[in-house]
Nanobody, 121 residues
Framework: QLQFVESGGGLVQPGGSLRISCAAS????????IGWFRQAPGKGREEVSC????????NYADSVKGRFSISRDNAKNTVYLQMNSLKSEDTAVYYC??????????????WGQGTQVTVSS
């Protein structure tokens, strides 16, 4: 069962920073490319970023390029998303998922509960 537990979300002011985490349970995250996705109210889920299994290559949506940074610690079975210069339009529930590759449109396993990120003054 490829599923993650997302954490670290919260309320942050515009221009602020937040780091969210995605912990794997019951499997070795180092075997998989991982993607971060988000879903804003009333909108579909979109991919924000992904990272290869080794961490050697990453990919970002144009909307977050230069502001967000994805990383992984395979020893801790965890993937992170560092979010800087946050904007109100970054408000969403953030999810992670194993992928067939990075980039790839093929997801593996199921969605977790996500972590809410709210950017507001």
């Amino acid at each position: 069962q490829l599923q993650f537990v997302e954490s670290g979300g919260g309320l942050v002011q515009p221009g602020g920073s937040l780091r969210i985490s995605c912990a794997a349970s019951g499997f070795t995250v180092g075997k998989y490319a991982i993607g971060w996705f988000r879903q804003a109210p009333g909108k579909g889920r979109e991919e924000v970023s992904c990272i290869t299994s080794s961490g050697g290559s990453t990919n970002y949506a144009d909307s977050v390029k230069g502001r967000f940074s994805i990383s992984r610690d395979n020893a801790k079975n965890t993937v992170y998303l560092q979010m800087n210069s946050l904007k109100s339009e970054d408000t969403a529930v953030y999810y992670c998922k194993a992928l067939l590759g990075c980039p790839s449109t093929v997801g593996l396993g199921s969605w977790g509960q996500g972590t809410q990120v709210t950017v507001s003054s």
